[in-house]
């Protein structure tokens, strides 16, 4: 008993500077963002809930960190025209357009090669976000994964003659039971980065024999195109899980379901441009987001959240289907080699017959 006394009393002695380190570096942003009266947040419309969510953020965010910040939120472009705008805009010399950026993995990659992106020791500055949740080191945190899956109507569509795994889709007997109405995402990234599961050759043979039996290309998250019956089943949906979600709050029945193992997913970052005007709230604002309080209110008006973090609605549904995530480093270390170029162009060769 002593000596597990003595254990405990060691390795409180040990662990206690970090976490004071931690809590004087967290302690010293909130100080200095006290400075910076107003967060500009530029995104896509939908971003953690859109204009609905802003409100909710906002009080939530200044009662964690005890600030009277204001949280100013624009809809705007799309990941990668943000990105570049706000690119241009910190070699002109300018502020963001956007005091944090939430972004893809390919153009958060492309910021951090264009240097456009401050360095921040997350994980050491904010107690709840560890290590792995820094996808690009020192500059970026995950703050939603959106679980690539086959998605489809089973109001319509029969569980039992739905597909379970993205061969499926090419299996000539079962696709009799969606034929004439097979939907497919606009761009074929989904099917480019399944080179980082499957061989290439693989990957080339899938595209082949699907690209004849889809329907029509749709954008991602338009739910209400499955709803409606025009199509019942979407070979990839960019975040399952959250599609199945806005259904059943529009009275709708979507399953989603992982097409390959490990499951694909994109996974979108918070980042803290070097040109913004406000970088001491940014940082705490990005820290916010990915804290339980933050992702409570993403995950329940925006359905969007981390998988690493405990209960949201992405965790718990990697933990039924019993499958796990792509390593987001992968992805990472795909697009900062540049991806696969000539891949790409094939599959995009292919789609278009």
């Not at 662990?15 to 967060?39: F, H, R, Y």
């Not at 705008?85 to 963001?96: C, D, L, M, N, P």
């Not at 705490?284 to 925006?302: C, H, K, R, T, Y």
Request: aromatic share 8%.
């Amino acid at each position: 008993m002593r000596n597990f006394c003595r254990f405990l009393w060691m390795a409180a002695v040990l662990l206690t500077p970090s976490v004071a380190v931690a809590q004087t570096a967290l302690d010293k942003l909130v100080a200095a963002a006290k400075s910076e009266n107003e967060l500009n947040f530029t995104s896509f419309a939908a971003a953690f809930g859109g204009v609905d969510a802003m409100p909710k953020l906002e009080d939530a965010f200044n009662k964690k960190f005890g600030l009277k910040a204001k949280l100013t939120f624009t809809p705007g472009a799309s990941m990668p025209a943000l990105a570049a705008r706000i690119t241009q805009e910190y070699k002109s010399g300018v502020h963001a357009a956007s005091d944090v950026f939430l972004g893809n993995q390919s153009s958060m990659t492309q910021m951090k090669k264009d240097d456009a992106l401050a360095e921040v020791d997350w994980s050491g500055v904010f107690p709840w976000i560890t290590p792995e949740m820094e996808i690009l080191k020192g500059r970026t945190v995950l703050v939603w994964t959106g679980l690539a899956t086959m998605t489809y109507n089973s109001d319509l569509l029969k569980p039992a003659d739905a597909p379970t795994k993205y061969e499926d889709l090419i299996d000539p007997v079962k696709a009799k039971a969606w034929a004439g109405k097979l939907a497919a995402p606009m761009f074929p990234d989904w099917m480019i980065e399944l080179s980082l599961i499957w061989p290439k050759e693989m990957v080339l043979d899938f595209a082949t024999k699907l690209s004849p039996s889809i329907t029509g290309l749709i954008r991602y998250a338009e739910v209400d195109r499955l709803l409606t019956g025009e199509f019942v089943l979407m070979t990839n949906e960019s975040d399952g899980p959250a599609v199945a979600s806005v259904a059943a709050d529009k009275g709708g029945h979507i399953t989603a379901v992982p097409g390959s193992t490990p499951s694909q997913a994109y996974y979108n970052q918070l980042a803290v441009p070097k040109n913004s005007a406000s970088p001491n709230l940014a940082k705490l604002f990005v820290g916010f987001m990915i804290s339980p309080e933050g992702q409570a209110i993403a995950d329940s008006i925006g359905h969007e959240a981390s998988h690493l973090v405990a209960g949201t609605r992405v965790n718990k549904f990697l933990a039924e289907k019993k499958v796990t995530a792509i390593d987001p480093r992968l992805i990472a270390d795909f697009y900062e080699k540049g991806g696969d170029p000539a891949l790409s162009e094939q599959i995009r060769q292919i789609m278009k017959r």
